[in-house]
């Protein structure tokens, strides 16, 4: 079965500066997505960014990148230049190809110091 | 789009209640999902649906449980009787698949906290 592991529990960052989330998974399979969700204190589990394997080239929205490393399974999140808004917790998400069930890592609690 | 919608917000039962959430999907969506969120496990999966046919509810965690989608519009998960140990976060979301795209995102809902004394 498919597992995501964030070793990170919490991590904070200064307000403007950079910051690193990491994610690690485990699959045998060659096809698959990739997925961050962002959680803030409302609870709404929103997307920030997404990534099919197949694709070499590292997602990109505006502030957030990845830093996908397939032979590795790695997949990083950056954000860039913090904002105090960006404060939440980040899940990392696995789904197979021609799967449904999303499978979720534990999460990393992002705060953002002004 | 007014997005995934659930209800209640919050709910605040006793043990051996029944308790009903309820989950609009978004329009045009073909599948939809219930997902509870909990501190000790994360977020699991619980059953979800495709074209209103319940797909895989291995994640269910005893018959207490059940969940139904009588239309492509409305779905709801019932608890029967309720117990403490229920108590978490429970969220719906929707998704279509993109067949030119192949895109595959899931949007969640804002939840439904249950709990339960």
């Known amino acids: 079965a498919q597992t995501v592991t964030q070793s990170q529990p919490e991590m904070s960052v200064q307000e403007a500066e950079t910051v690193t989330l990491s994610c690690t998974y485990d699959t045998s399979e060659s096809d698959y997505y990739l997925f961050w969700y962002k959680q803030p204190p409302s609870r709404q589990m929103i997307l920030v960014i997404r990534?099919?394997?197949?694709?070499?080239q590292n997602a990109t929205e505006n502030r957030f990148s990845v830093n996908f490393q397939k032979a590795a399974k790695s997949f990083s999140l950056k954000i860039s230049d913090s904002q105090l808004g960006d404060a939440a917790m980040y899940f990392c998400?696995?789904?197979?190809?021609?799967?449904?069930?999303?499978?979720f890592g534990q999460g990393t609690r992002l705060t953002i110091n002004p | 789009d007014a997005g995934v919608i659930q209800s209640p917000r919050h709910e605040v039962t006793e043990m051996g209640q029944e308790v009903t959430l309820r989950c609009k999907p978004i329009s045009g969506h073909d599948y939809l999902f219930w997902y509870r969120q909990t501190m000790m496990r994360g977020l699991e999966l619980l059953i979800y649906f495709n074209n209103n046919v319940p797909i895989d509810d291995s994640g269910m965690p005893e018959d207490r449980f059940s969940a139904k989608m009588p239309n492509a519009s409305f779905s709801t998960l019932k608890i029967q009787p309720s117990e403490p140990r229920d108590s978490a976060v429970y969220f719906c979301a929707s998704k279509k698949i993109d067949r030119g795209s192949g895109a595959n995102v899931l949007t969640f809902g804002a939840g439904s906290r249950l709990t339960v004394l």
């Open positions: 990534q099919e394997a197949y694709k070499q």
């Open positions: 998400a696995y789904l197979g190809q021609g799967a449904q069930k999303l499978v």
